[in-house]
């Protein structure tokens, strides 16, 4: 168990251009979501996918915001012509299929950080 | 929809004492789970206990032990013997219990900025 691995941990860039960060969940987790964390606050959730299927998408998750899990194992995240506001934590995190604890317990990355200027 | 709340910006406690925070919810489901999770500056979000709302007995993880009220939606941690290492912004969430269909995002308080003091 390797954990739930995301890269790049830190972005800096201008507003307007694209950026995309990728997510590998804890292997055998068939479960990702995505969530986003401002300073001082708690993260908010922004997508789930089960296998390769997103399944729940927030409104926070405007047109500009795109999640793929193609092979229903890594994800990424993107986001176009991003704005000063889009600077934020992106979290990914992971679960495993099934119910219980193990299916009910969800594990984070270290996140993603973006600095949008 | 469901809230989280946790009405202590910040708090501090003594090396080798006590502390609890406290948290509250507001949901209409009866079958769901709560968490703590730790987050230190390196900013990794850790789970540090959950519990499960059909579960009376309050769970307990080491020095990590919960107050689990379910009919005052109240789920407070108490952290005995506290450490340096302790030091960290704590969340409480909640999400109700996987079925195999509807949302199972985790919802989360704004959460507690803990201090230890050496």
């Known amino acids: 168990d390797t954990g739930v691995s995301q890269n790049p941990r830190h972005k800096i860039t201008k507003r307007g251009q694209n950026v995309t960060f990728r997510c590998d969940p804890i292997?055998?987790?068939?479960?990702l979501y995505w969530y986003r964390q401002t300073l001082g606050q708690g993260p908010e959730f922004l997508t789930y996918?089960?296998?390769?299927?997103?399944?729940?998408k927030s409104r926070l998750l405007s047109d500009r915001f795109s999640a793929e899990r193609p092979k229903g194992s890594f994800s990424t995240l993107e986001i176009q012509r991003t704005e000063q506001g889009d600077s934020a934590m992106y979290l990914c995190?992971?679960?495993?299929?099934?119910?219980?604890?193990?299916?009910?317990?969800?594990?984070f990355g270290e996140g993603s950080w973006l600095t949008v200027v | 929809a469901q809230t989280v709340t946790q009405s202590q910006p910040e708090m501090s406690v003594q090396e080798a004492e006590t502390v609890t925070l406290s948290c509250t919810y507001d949901?209409?489901?009866?079958?769901?789970?709560l968490f703590w999770y730790k987050q230190p500056p390196s900013r990794q979000m850790i789970l540090v206990i959950r519990?499960?709302?059909?579960?009376?007995q309050n769970a307990t993880e080491n020095r990590f032990s919960v107050n689990f009220q379910k009919a005052a939606k109240s789920f407070s941690l108490k952290i005995s013997d506290s450490q340096l290492g302790d030091a960290a912004m704590y969340f409480c969430a909640y999400r109700v219990t996987y079925s195999g269909a509807g949302s199972y995002q985790l919802t989360f308080g704004k959460g507690t900025k803990l201090s230890v003091i050496p």
């Open positions: 519990q499960e709302a059909y579960k009376q």
């Open positions: 949901t209409s489901e009866s079958d769901y789970y």
């Open positions: 995190a992971s679960s495993y299929k099934g119910t219980g604890f193990s299916g009910n317990t969800i594990y």
């Open positions: 996918f089960q296998n390769e299927a997103q399944l729940e």
């Open positions: 292997s055998e987790h068939n479960r």
